[in-house]
């Protein structure tokens, strides 16, 4: 009973974009390469407490050692998939993983994130943090609308975010009784 | 029992709980960028201060009206609010393009709550006896289903098997972070008392699915607006006597992909789907308008969420991404599901059958009554709608244990989630191998110390021997045309001559 996606659908699934190309593929399985072995590496170091348990079974390093181990094989099988589908010819084309107006609304959006939630929050009461964010986020994701409207933009994206953080404040800090960064 | 069942949930504001939690799953659904899993794992942090009934059944609420939501936009968008819904683009919006989308919306209300009506009657019927039957899994026993969960999930949930296995040991890996059980012993800490702590669950999920979700929506095209004009959305009785057939098969296919560790309600409403063109007469309309492909798409789907509730329930092991948040609310809460619930609280199973039927009666009713409100809704830019989710998600992070620390978790599983979904990996089987992780390292550890080391329980016990078999069938089924070669060995042997 494999599902099987319809023609002019997006699929709910990860392959619902465009194939990554096989030298991706390489690139990531090389990475979950280091990264599992640097695990096994890691397990393999920890105390084994054979001491106190006699046998060494309840070993701490056992079973992310496992993880480590499958996680290894599956990226050489992966990369071995990638070779085979042609990661290593000379003619691969490289599609751009992301356009440059995708990269700088996704650059926008993390680094507004980041700066929100590693740095204001915590630093700045809630409300203000959350109420800073949203109109800053706002205002930058509507910036590129034209002059046309902009000042009415502006003061729309200020009212929302005053309006997100005394309401987030509120509905969970008074109502359901949630502690607030 | 079952009557017990909705006495104590009834108690007090139930109804009311119902009615608030039912519509923000439902905008939660209908708004795409927003999941049913990031919906529950938001709304848990809201519930700390309920009592486990009362959080339950808001929950539960969320779950159902998340997963029923996702057909508006499916309908009137072109866009699934929720993976789950996509199937339902198919027919709904061809529906929609022929000025039916009220109709196309009356099918999906109606196909939407017989689905779930189905699945908790199979949960209601089952759930009790398969939870005794599970009281005889040992150690052994769920240290395959963890297996199998992962291997089930990384097989059919993505597409891409080997991904998907990659991704399921990438969560089971992240759940050893932190002090294991036998001898406190803090795993990849690095010295840092916070990761000795181990990495919450719901900060994870929050990461994985809201933060990576809210990433994800801002870099992609401005969704256009929608169809005003909407027809009458009163479902028709003859769409019931008609396609009672396909709303049964439906049904069945959904809740029983639901109790299926990890695979969910898209795959539930693509193989109900595809399914119903098999064994439809007019299959030529299927993606043409067609209401038999729709109905068997949100039957299906919405079957899916009390099956996926079934292995929680008596496993420990969700059928879904959003069943999962839902175990580990449960958890929060004091309510350990597995298959000691059928001793220490069995009324509780029939509790969660009257939650779902209260949930799905009040899903009813919003689909007739809620259309024009709904559209609102999804007219919301996203560049406002997104920031106030990421406030949320801020929140639900640092609610559970207060520390900072969980909001940096969010954002470091939001970027992973993130980078791993744009390299086609599924975050079903991750998901599955956060909440799994702690089962399948107790049991494989406790395992090999019942039996000194030695491995063989792990293979020569009934009920453990069969689940291997299952989990190594679930990996071969990954293989492409492996089984069609070794259905061909054996006509070859069969149809050569004999000497």
Known sequence: MTPTPEEGAASPFAGDRAPLPPRADLYTAAVLLAFGLGVLGLALNMPTFAEQSQSGLTAPGIVPGFYGIVIAGLSVLLGLRAIRRGALSASAQHAPALSRADARQLGTAAALGILYAGVMVGTLPFWMAAALFVFAFTTAFEWDRGPAGRPRRIIEAALLGLGTGLAVTLVFERLFLVRLP | ?499
């Open chain 2, 1 to 499: 029992m079952l009557a017990g069942g909705f006495a104590h949930v009834l108690q007090g504001g139930a109804i009311f709980h119902a009615f608030w939690a039912v519509l923000i799953g439902i905008v939660i659904g209908a708004l795409p960028g927003l999941t049913a899993t990031m919906g529950v794992a938001l709304m848990t942090t809201l519930t700390f201060t309920m009592g486990p009934q009362v959080a339950m059944l808001v929950l539960i609420c969320v779950y159902v009206g998340a997963i029923y939501g996702g057909s508006r936009s499916a309908i009137l968008l072109n866009i699934p609010g929720t993976p789950a819904s996509a199937a339902s683009t198919l027919d709904g919006f061809p529906l929609a393009r022929k000025g039916l989308a009220g109709r196309a919306m009356g099918i999906s209300t109606l196909g939407s709550w017989l689905g779930t009506l189905f699945g908790t009657l199979i949960l209601a019927m089952f759930a009790p006896s398969f939870g005794e039957f599970a009281l005889q899994f040992g150690s052994y026993e769920m240290f395959w289903v963890a297996v199998f969960g992962i291997v089930i999930a990384g097989s059919l949930s993505g597409g891409d098997a080997l991904k998907g296995y990659i991704a399921g040991f990438i969560g089971l890996f992240i759940a050893t972070i932190g002090q294991e059980t036998n001898h406190a012993y803090a795993r990849f800490a690095f010295g840092n008392g916070d990761l000795a702590g181990g990495l919450g669950l719901l900060p994870v999920l929050v990461g994985v699915f809201g933060v990576a979700e809210v990433l994800n929506a801002m870099r992609g095209p401005v969704v256009k607006a929608v169809s005003s004009k909407i027809d009458s959305v009163i479902p028709r009785l003859r769409d019931v006597t008609q396609y009672w057939r396909t709303i049964l098969r439906s049904g069945a296919i959904g809740t029983f992909i639901g109790a299926m560790p990890g695979l969910g309600e898209d795959i539930a409403a693509w193989s109900s789907y595809a399914a119903a063109k098999r064994a439809s007469a007019e299959r030529e309309m299927f993606g043409r308008g067609s209401v038999e492909g729709l109905m068997a798409a949100e039957t299906g789907e919405s079957a899916c969420v009390p099956g996926a509730i079934i292995p929680v329930l008596t496993l420990a092991v969700p059928g879904s991404a959003p069943a999962a948040v839902l175990m580990a609310a449960m958890m929060i809460h004091g309510v350990n599901p597995g298959p000691m619930l059928a001793i220490t609280t069995p009324e509780f199973i029939y509790q969660i059958v009257a939650m779902l039927v209260i949930a799905d009666m009040v899903k009813l009713v919003y689909g007739l009554l809620l259309v024009k409100p709904l559209l609102w809704v999804l007219l919301i830019p996203r560049s406002r709608l997104m920031p106030i989710v990421f406030v949320l998600c801020t929140v639900g992070a640092f609610a559970i244990t207060s520390r900072l620390f969980d909001i940096w978790v969010m954002l470091g599983a939001g970027l992973l989630g993130f980078v791993l979904r744009e390299l086609r990996f599924p975050m079903a089987p991750l998901v599955l191998g956060l909440v799994l992780g702690d089962l399948l390292d107790k049991n494989l550890l406790r395992g090999l110390v019942l039996s000194g080391g030695d491995l063989s329980p792990f293979f020569t016990r009934p009920i453990s021997a069969v689940l291997c078999g299952l989990t190594v069938l679930a990996a071969m089924w990954a293989v492409p045309g492996l089984f069609a070669r070794i259905a061909g060995l054996f006509s070859r042997r069969w149809a050569a001559p004999r000497p």
